[in-house]
Every structure is written in structure tokens, then in C-alpha cells.
């Protein structure tokens, strides 16, 4: 009977030292604000905006947005910066997005933000996941609010 219940007892702190380490090893940053504005009529790209916050102490990367498999309500998304250059506007495709430790990242109109591209079946009001993949190999989950443009 005391040797049953000291195994359980050794089972449980197991338990709570691999959360312990798993919550460790996990990018620290909060995502706010997330939104999508729902494709303009006949298109079907899609453009997202949220605030990143790294309360974490170290630096982290981020280096893919996924489309979860399920549902998959679209094809895929980038990460995009807008430049100026001679005077245009353009944007671009960025591989990653590094933030130092202890800072801010806002995702805005003319600034860093998620294209979204073979957007299907989104409707306003509803919420859409997104997966943010870190470069320590954690994975984020993010819920969307899709708006009206
Ligand atoms: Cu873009």
C-alpha cells in the first residue's frame, strides 16, 4: 500500500517536471489584436494583423505561418514587409522575423503583416487558426477574427 501510493507520487512529479521543461523549452510570446480582413469580392487573398509580444528573456525567431490541415480554409501564408524604394511602395516576402528579448513586434498596414493566399469558405465574423512555427520548434496556434475590409 505505501509502495503503491509512493509510485503514484513519483509518477505525478514526473509529470510536473516534463511540463516543467516543456514550458521552458516554449517561445514566450503572446499574440494580440489578431485579425484577418476577409478577401475583397472575386479574390481570394487575405490580409492578417496582431501584435507580438516577447516577454521572454532571450531572443526568438519566427520562421512559418501554417494553415492548419484542418479545416483548411486556405492555401498557405507568408510572412510580408512593405518596403519603400525610389519613392514606391512595394512588399516582399521575409524568410523570418527575429524580436529581441523583451520587446514588440506590431504587424500594421504599411509594415510587417500574414498574406494569406487561396482563402475559401472565410466568413466575416467568424474565427480562422493560424500556426505559428518558432525556431526552438514550438508551434503556436492563433485564432483569427476575420473583418469586413
Ligand atoms: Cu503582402
Redesign the pocket.
Known amino acids: 500500500m505505501m509502495i503503491l501510493r509512493r509510485t503514484a507520487m513519483l509518477g505525478l512529479m514526473w509529470m510536473a517536471a516534463l511540463f516543467a521543461s516543456a514550458a521552458a523549452a516554449k517561445t514566450q510570446v503572446v499574440v494580440t489584436d489578431a485579425y484577418m480582413y476577409a478577401p475583397l469580392p472575386g479574390r481570394d487573398v487575405a490580409?492578417v494583423y496582431w501584435q507580438l509580444n516577447n516577454g521572454g528573456g532571450e531572443e526568438v525567431t519566427l520562421v512559418d505561418i501554417r494553415i492548419p490541415a484542418q479545416p483548411g480554409w486556405a492555401r498557405k501564408a507568408?510572412i510580408?514587409?512593405?518596403l519603400h524604394r525610389d519613392g514606391m511602395m512595394s512588399?516582399?516576402?521575409v524568410e523570418s522575423l527575429t524580436m529581441a528579448a523583451k520587446s514588440q513586434t506590431l504587424f500594421e498596414s504599411g509594415g510587417y503583416?500574414?498574406?494569406v493566399f487561396g482563402v475559401k469558405n472565410v466568413q466575416v465574423g467568424s474565427q480562422v487558426p493560424v500556426v505559428l512555427l518558432w525556431q526552438d520548434g514550438s508551434q503556436q496556434e492563433v485564432l483569427l477574427d476575420v473583418r469586413r475590409r
Do not use: G, L
Request: charged share 20%; net charge neutral; aromatic share 0%.
Open positions: 490580409v507568408e510580408h514587409q512593405h512588399m516582399q516576402r503583416h500574414v498574406m
